[in-house]
């Protein structure tokens, strides 16, 4: 079992992201139980607020990353470019789902192509593209490639604040959500828990990239050495 998690990274993070839905799931539900009048529409806020705000540090991250590496020519940096797009993929498909069920039980409709409806797909495809065109890259050539990524993680980040202070406004004003006094403070806590998972899982996933990364490099070693 150890040796098949060292050999594919994507099995640490779905054991990592797996972890961190239960731990919320239980946070959300002792706070629905601790307090009356907090209705089914409101839910989603625990998680569709604290996933957007964790793919935005994820973004951040990419872009840091990517300064760093075109400045300092660091394999390190190379891998929390890429380590920081694959969580914030993640995370932002979560945001964008759970926001579409709320979207429904608030005005009726799952999606309408509000401003920030749409600015928030187009920066989570955008993160896409930078992973797919990473992978269309030459291996053989790895400053080439983590050049070219860098660059293309600095041009996505403007998607960022375009699709949360550019826009300014909202969606329309929320039907039926209601938050009672005190479920403030558990929307904070469950906030900070998830981004401090979120950061944990870009950390996580840098490392099992490393591995995968030093494995392939023995790999074509041994493949040169016969």
């Not at 470019?81 to 005005?107: D, H, K, N, P, R």
């Not at 050539?141 to 403007?158: A, C, N, Q």
Request: include cysteine; charge should be positive.
């Amino acid at each position: 079992m150890a040796s098949r998690l060292k050999e594919n990274p994507f099995w640490i993070f779905l054991l990592f992201l797996s972890c961190l839905m239960i731990i919320n799931f239980f946070l959300v539900y002792i706070s629905i139980k601790s307090f009356q009048g907090f209705t089914v529409s409101g839910r989603p806020i625990f998680y569709m607020v604290s996933f957007a705000f964790s793919t935005y540090v994820c973004f951040g991250i990419v872009l840091l990353s990517s300064i760093l590496y075109l400045w300092k020519k660091s394999f390190l940096f190379d891998l929390l470019v890429v380590a920081g797009a694959q969580v914030g993929v993640v995370t932002g498909a979560i945001t964008i789902l759970v926001g579409m069920i709320w979207s429904y039980v608030e005005w009726g409709y799952f999606w309408q192509w509000e401003p920030r409806q749409t600015t928030t797909l187009i920066m989570w495809m955008a993160y896409i593209g930078l992973l797919i065109f990473r992978e269309m890259l030459d291996e053989n050539y790895p400053e080439k490639r983590g050049t070219l990524t860098s660059i293309f993680g600095i041009v996505s980040f403007p998607s960022v604040p375009l699709s949360n202070y550019v826009v300014g406004a909202l969606h329309p004003p929320p039907q039926q959500t209601t938050l009672e006094e005190g479920l403030g403070m558990l929307l904070m806590l469950n906030f900070l828990l998830i981004g401090a998972i979120c950061v944990l899982l870009v950390y996580l996933t840098y490392r099992t990239n490393e591995i995968d990364f030093k494995l392939k490099k023995i790999r074509k070693i041994k493949m040169e050495a016969f």
